[in-house]
């Protein structure tokens, strides 16, 4: 099994591209940003390609951006992960036990207290919504990219991806419910289920059965010299375009409210290093390694923007505040994200 392993450690050290990521990242941002302001019509019209209120355009992008990661993972390291209770321990306890109700607390604090001299009490309250729906939803699947260039237990990520997915169908709604005050809010049931299938289930199977494939055709030397340094670009570029096109969807609110963004940024960034060291945390007290540790941590911290969107969207609208907080949600998710990449990777010597 090790020598399987240690080809893969070598595709997933940071090159040229990936070292400038953030800066590819805010490019994208930003004509994804212009494409909107100049080109409106473009975004209506992606914008009408939906499938339970998910963008079937980024679905597609997202598609492209997981199958390479999942046609690479070594499955008999999935059924090894499963049999580690204590990293799924920790993403479970942290992701349903704790987030939500820190993201309901911070909610509260900058919404209703900090920032009440600046903005109504309705604003507050649509704002601390759209906070809320995306503390309940964990990353189920950017967090596979995440887990990928901190080189973390790609077995594991899956099997913790898998539980998070079955987990957010039965909890999602009731918690949304708890938190928000709302005895009769909708269970998204098509919008999750859908994201999930998506999002992870169609490239999770794509890639199992392609990789298998594959390798009775040409051999793992061919699959490792020649098939998987053109896939890594492709999930880099997928990427890069998913964000141009959820930022032609959704720039003008951006571009018209910055002031809000910042104070709806401000909550959320404290959650999200809140989560990520509470996470890492857990996992260096408890002796995990850090291939496990990672993910575990990073799953946390990431959102299922996808989810919280649609969700804010049906519940309230799309021009109103809840859905405005899920949007900023997408803009920090990338760049905070690959500052935790960094982070992991620079303290990878304090596990075991």
């Known amino acids: 099994m090790a020598n399987v392993s240690r080809p893969n450690e070598k595709k997933k050290e940071i090159g040229v591209f990936e070292k400038y990521l953030t800066i590819w990242v805010v490019l994208c941002i930003l004509i994804g940003i212009g494409l909107g302001r100049l080109f409106p019509n473009i975004s209506i019209a992606l914008n009408q390609f939906q499938c339970a209120h998910i963008s079937l355009p980024i679905a597609i992008c997202l598609f492209f951006m997981m199958y390479p990661i999942m046609v690479q993972i070594d499955f008999r390291n999935v059924k090894e992960a499963g049999k580690t209770p204590k990293p799924v321990a920790v993403t479970l306890v942290v992701n349903w036990a704790i987030k939500p109700f820190t993201m309901a607390f911070f909610a509260w604090l900058f919404m209703k207290i900090i920032w009440k001299p600046f903005i109504s009490m309705e604003m507050a309250s649509q704002y601390s919504a759209g906070m809320i729906l995306l503390g309940v939803a964990p990353c189920t699947a950017m967090v596979l990219v995440w887990s990928y260039l901190s080189k973390g237990n790609m077995g594991h990520t899956i099997v913790m991806v898998a539980i998070n997915s079955l987990t957010m169908l039965i909890l999602y709604a009731p918690l949304a419910g708890f938190l928000l005050g709302v ?31 594959i390798l009775k055709q040409k051999g793992y030397e061919w699959f490792e010299n020649k098939f998987t340094p053109s896939l890594h670009i492709v999930s880099i570029v997928a990427l890069l375009t998913t964000l ?109």
């Not at 401000?266 to 999200?272: K, N, W």
């Open 244 to 352: 141009v096109t959820l930022f032609s969807l959704q720039g003008n609110v951006i571009v018209e409210q910055p002031f809000i963004i910042g104070m709806i940024a401000i909550p959320l960034l404290i959650q999200t290093f809140l989560i990520f060291i509470l996470g890492y945390w857990l996992s260096k007290i408890l002796k995990l390694s850090y291939e496990d540790a990672a993910p575990t941590a990073q799953i946390g911290a990431s959102n299922h923007f996808e989810v919280a969107i649609a969700v804010a969207t049906m519940l309230f609208g799309l021009e109103r505040g809840a859905a405005l907080a899920t949007v900023v949600g997408v803009l920090i998710e990338v760049p905070v994200m690959l500052i935790l990449v960094r982070i992991c990777l620079k303290t990878s010597n304090w596990f075991s």
């Open 183 to 213: 005895a009769a809010i909708p269970i998204p049931w098509q919008t999750i289920a859908f994201s999930v299938g998506i999002y992870v289930g169609l490239p999770l199977v794509t890639g199992y059965f392609s990789r298998k494939e």
